[in-house]
């Protein structure tokens, strides 16, 4: 991995430098786009409205439309704010690991020891795991000042960036005050289907199907060309009991079904120990 910047988390009185390095990456297969005539490729271009002329990167700066007027600001103007020039990771409270929100989070960074001793890195981590407890943070990264979570995950610091609060917008369903009679018999049956598909989650498991689908489209169109036979190449789709409209028991009790049966054919091609 590639270091994407240096910090220093600012725990009291106690600095802990660090390199932060991206957690996540993306597997999705990159796509470009061509014109369907000549298959000529498509390309944007940033191009002056006043002159007409293309503009490189390094003679662009941002604007800001004030109604009547335009504030330009260049990348030192950007670059003068105090936040921007700030390179700590401020703690600012230490929370209940469950009182941080999922929809809050954005993306995630590793955070390594970047001195001779890693003691004081070590001291935060063990602090973080002792009293349970996740360390909210202010920080400055790509012109933009962030909150985030700090948490530890496998023995190593992981920094995570909130939205602020009011970037998460409130759901306002009419169709939620709506009156709805729940029987226990459904209820009970629910948590049959529950039940059924109990498990502790392991990400592993589960494969990103479209893009699997994605490569084996593009490996058929490398071999055979462009016109394929989409059925002979995923096989014949599954359409189940696609438009027919069942209760919520019914739907309850064929899922479990479903489920079960599942089960039973995995089990009974199994070999005996």
């Not at 991206?22 to 000529?40: F, N, P, R």
């Not at 944007?44 to 109604?67: L, S, W």
Request: one cysteine or more; a negative charge.
């Amino acid at each position: 991995m590639r270091a994407i910047g240096k910090r220093v988390i600012a725990f009291g009185l106690v600095n802990v430098p660090v390199k932060i390095y991206s957690a996540t990456e993306d597997h999705d297969i990159s796509l470009h786009q061509v014109h369907d005539k000549d298959g000529g490729r498509i390309r944007y271009q940033r191009r002056c409205e006043i002159d007409g002329k293309v503009v490189p990167y390094e003679h662009i700066d941002k604007a800001y439309d004030a109604g009547d007027r335009t504030v330009i600001l260049t990348n030192e103007d950007l670059a003068s704010l105090p936040e921007e020039r700030s390179n700590e990771i401020e703690i600012v409270e230490f929370v209940p690991a469950d009182q941080v929100d999922p929809m809050m989070f954005e993306k995630s960074y590793f955070l390594e020891p970047d001195s001779a001793s890693a003691k004081a890195y070590v001291l935060l981590r063990e602090t973080l795991e002792a009293t349970k407890r996740t360390a909210i943070v202010k920080f400055a990264l790509r012109q933009k000042t962030r909150l985030g979570a700090l948490r530890v995950r496998d023995g190593v610091l992981v920094l995570q960036g909130l939205l602020w609060a009011d970037e998460v917008r409130t759901a306002e369903f009419p169709g939620l005050d709506a009156t709805v009679n729940i029987s226990d018999k459904e209820l009970d049956m629910s948590a049959k289907l529950v039940a059924e598909y109990e498990s502790d989650f392991s990400p592993e498991k589960f494969d990103d199907d479209y893009q699997i689908q994605l490569k084996k489209l593009i490996d058929a169109k490398l071999e055979q060309g462009d016109s394929i036979d989409t059925e002979a190449t995923f096989g014949q789709q599954d359409e189940g009991e696609k438009g027919e409209v069942l209760d919520l028991m019914e739907a309850l009790r064929r899922s479990v079904e479903k489920n079960r049966s599942g089960k039973t054919r995995s089990g009974s091609g199994k070999k005996a120990g």
